[in-house]
């Protein structure tokens, strides 16, 4: 059965939208801090037009839920409930730190996001298809607290890496090498989505939340 998955992420600075169906994708991204608002939804129409497809033939909306920057997780999930209440389709939230190390599947990530205030959102990723594995909880902290769930070859992926690098590796007895210039991409969401769409792990639109891990502040 073909799958038709609209996706983004608008958790960084970074801002994209792609299409998957069956595996082939078809994907926008731009560097927009602030435009997130100004520059999705023409975005979309750009990869359905691209994909040669329209709204009413999508199957799912995956979007990044984040950790990320409060303003753009609230404008993603928004656009994401906004289509899929429209279209009658479901949603599939996607973590951010996740969708960063999938672009790296076959090796172990630490993803981490510049939270600002001096902290990190951060997660360990290893390989397990079809989707990298989690090593632990989505976390925030400060730099210099990140760790490492064991030994081996590491890759450290994100804004966090590119402000903090030296600090969190000053932090970790094991070498990361750090991969500059990292961004989570909606071609990663559309693949994690589609996954777990077909596995069932879809959402109702109302259930389109971000995922903050700064709870504190947001209460």
């Not at 927009?32 to 750009?46: D, F, I, Q, S, Y």
């Not at 409060?70 to 479901?90: K, M, S, W």
């Not at 994100?158 to 070498?175: K, L, N, P």
Request: aromatic letters at 8%; charged letters at 20%; proline letters at 6%.
């Amino acid at each position: 059965m073909t799958i038709r998955v609209l996706a983004f992420d608008t958790a960084t600075a970074a801002c994209s939208a792609a299409v998957w169906i069956d595996g082939a994708v078809y994907e926008d991204a731009i560097a927009a801090p602030n435009r997130h608002a100004e520059v999705l939804l023409p975005m979309v129409e750009r990869v359905l037009a691209e994909a040669g497809i329209n709204r009413a033939q999508l199957d799912v909306v995956a979007f990044g839920r984040g950790p990320g920057t409060f303003t753009g997780l609230r404008i993603g999930a928004g656009v994401a409930q906004g289509i899929a209440f429209g279209c009658d389709i479901p949603t599939v939230p996607v973590s951010s730190l996740q969708a960063l190390a999938q672009r790296y599947a076959d090796r172990c990530v630490l993803a981490a996001i510049d939270a600002r205030m001096e902290q990190v959102y951060w997660a360990g990723f290893r390989p397990g298809p079809p989707q990298v594995m989690r090593t632990g909880p989505e976390r925030l902290s400060a730099p210099d607290a990140i760790v490492v769930s064991s030994a081996g070859e590491w890759f450290g992926v994100g804004s966090g890496w590119d402000r903090y690098g030296a600090v969190m590796q000053a932090a970790i007895d094991t070498q990361v090498r750090h991969l500059a210039g990292c961004a989570p991409r909606a071609r990663e969401v559309a693949e994690l989505g589609a996954w777990r769409y077909r596995e069932g792990h879809a959402v109702p639109a109302e259930l389109a939340q971000p995922h903050y891990v700064r709870d504190k502040i947001v209460k």
